[in-house]
Every structure is written in C-alpha cells, then in structure tokens.
C-alpha cells in the first residue's frame, strides 16, 4: 500500500485514503444499481453484472488495511457484496475473492488503474472522491484554478470598490486630487478615473 500511497495527493493519510477508495466503492455500487440498459424492446437493470468480483476484491484488499482486522474486513465485504444488484454474489464465491485478496501479496495499483478496470465513464468519475483518470484530475485541477481566479478577480474588484468609495468621500471631505491621490498612495490619473465612476 505505501508503493501506491507515496506521494499520492495532499491531504490524504494512508487511513484516509483507504477510506476514500472504500467510500467510492459504495458509491459506485450505488449509481450502477439502477443503471439501466435498453435491449431491443427490453429494458433491464444492468447493475454490476461483470464488475462484481473486480470491485469485490479491491473492496477487501482495502478493507484488509483500513480494518487491520481480518474479522472486521471480512464483515465489511459482506455488506459490500449484499447490496449488489440484481444480485449479490453467493457467499462461497465471496469467501474465495476475500480469501485471495490475504493470500496474495497485492501491491495496491494506481487509482486511475482501477477507474480504466472498473471502466467508469466521466459521469461517475465525477462523484468519485480518488477513483477517477488523468482527463477526470485535469478537469477538477481547472476546476480549482478556474475558483481561485474567480475568487482572486472578485478580491481585487472588492478591493477597488473600496477605494473608490474612499474617493469619493475624501473628495466630499474637501479633498482635491493631489491630497486624495497622496493620502490613498494612488497615481492622480488613478483618482481622476475612480472619482468618475
């Protein structure tokens, strides 16, 4: 696990992370639960048929290190595996997919590996809090730059507002352009034009 962790991302602990990649599982079983699926004049309900036992193993193995319990992770897969739709897998076949996830000696793999396995389309990679690919980390990292440009351009437009305001009360105060743009630290030019606004 400390291969794939190192280095990650900010803000994550190796327990946190752990838990994140638990939490998107859930939360993948969830969105293919009602995925539904047009064949011919048919409609059926897709759920996980196929992705069962992949999800099911990567479930255990980070359940196995978030838990640290066999017991524990053991109890946590069977929830995991109840809730499939339209059926969970039968508990022998559960017990050997929790049984290879000990015996290997598996090296946890890269999450952008796991999304291209588990084959999630932009739509659920969205909703994902780790689990998504190289496009999903460009969109959320000009997402972010888009906010703080955002966020910094609204600052600066507040900042001037204010010393517009300033002006314009030094101005009524009997202030002229000179002694404004002397007291604010501004060019005259620069006061002229906020006075005009």
Same mark, same amino acid.
């Given at each position: ?32 639960? #009602?995925?539904? &699926? ?5 409609? $059926?309900?897709?759920?996980? *048929?196929?992705?069962? %036992?992949? !999800? ?7 359940s ?23 059926q ?9 997919v ?5 015996? #290997?000696?598996? &090296? ?5 590996? $796991?999304?291209?396995?588990? *084959?999630?389309?932009? %739509?659920? !990679? ?27 351009t ?44």
């Open positions: 696990f400390k291969r794939e962790f190192k280095g990650y991302r900010k803000g994550f602990t190796a327990k946190t992370l752990q838990a994140a990649v638990l939490s998107d599982l859930d939360k993948l079983q969830e969105l293919r639960a #009602s995925t539904i &699926i047009r064949n011919n004049d048919k409609y $059926i309900n897709k759920g996980h *048929e196929g992705y069962r %036992n992949l !999800m099911l193993f990567i479930y255990a193995v980070y196995k290190y978030y838990h640290q319990d066999t017991t524990e992770a053991y109890n946590a897969l069977k929830c995991f595996n109840a809730r499939f739709k339209p969970p897998l039968d508990e022998n076949e559960m017990s050997a929790f049984v290879s996830s000990l015996r #290997s000696n598996y &090296i946890t793999q890269k999450m952008s590996t $796991i999304a291209e396995k588990l *084959e999630l389309d932009p %739509n659920e !990679m969205q909703q994902m809090k780790v689990l998504f690919d190289t496009n999903e980390k460009k969109r959320r990292q000009k997402e972010r730059e888009k906010e703080y440009t955002d966020k910094l609204k600052s600066r437009q507040e900042a001037k507002n204010e010393l517009i305001a300033q002006c314009k009360e030094l101005q009524q105060s009997g202030y002229n352009t000179s002694q404004i743009a002397l007291e604010l630290k501004l060019s005259r030019p620069t006061v002229n034009k906020y006075l005009c606004q």
